[in-house]
């Protein structure tokens, strides 16, 4: 007897991602870290984007945007979250 099931397992999508960095024309450091949900059409479901920048300063700013596909195709944000870690003035 066999079991089927609706819920999509683990072979269903496949994850991609890829990194960049460089440094903008400010001096900062900038690593963009996306990944991206594929299912087995070949259609991107859902993304997570982090974007890292780290300033001459050494402050820390870190901004990840999570989005999914919209009944219209498109990707929607569904959270977002912006970090910021200031370096110490002591050092």
């Given amino acids: 007897m066999s079991e089927t099931s609706e819920e999509p397992g683990d072979d269903d999508l496949e994850l991609v991602e890829v990194e ?3 440094v903008d024309e400010d001096g900062n450091a900038v690593v963009d870290d996306l ?3 594929i299912d087995k059409d ?3 479901v859902a993304s ?3 974007v890292a920048v780290v300033t001459e300063d050494g402050d ?3 901004d990840e945007t999570i989005s999914i596909v919209g009944d ?3 990707l ?3 959270e977002e ?3 910021v870690l200031e370096a110490d003035d002591d050092e």
């Fill in 20 to 22: 960049t960095g460089a």
């Fill in 35 to 37: 990944v991206v949900a």
């Fill in 42 to 44: 070949g259609k991107v």
């Fill in 48 to 50: 997570d984007e982090t």
């Fill in 60 to 62: 820390v700013i870190i």
């Fill in 72 to 74: 219209d195709g498109e």
């Fill in 76 to 78: 929607h944000p569904v």
């Fill in 81 to 83: 979250d912006v970090t």
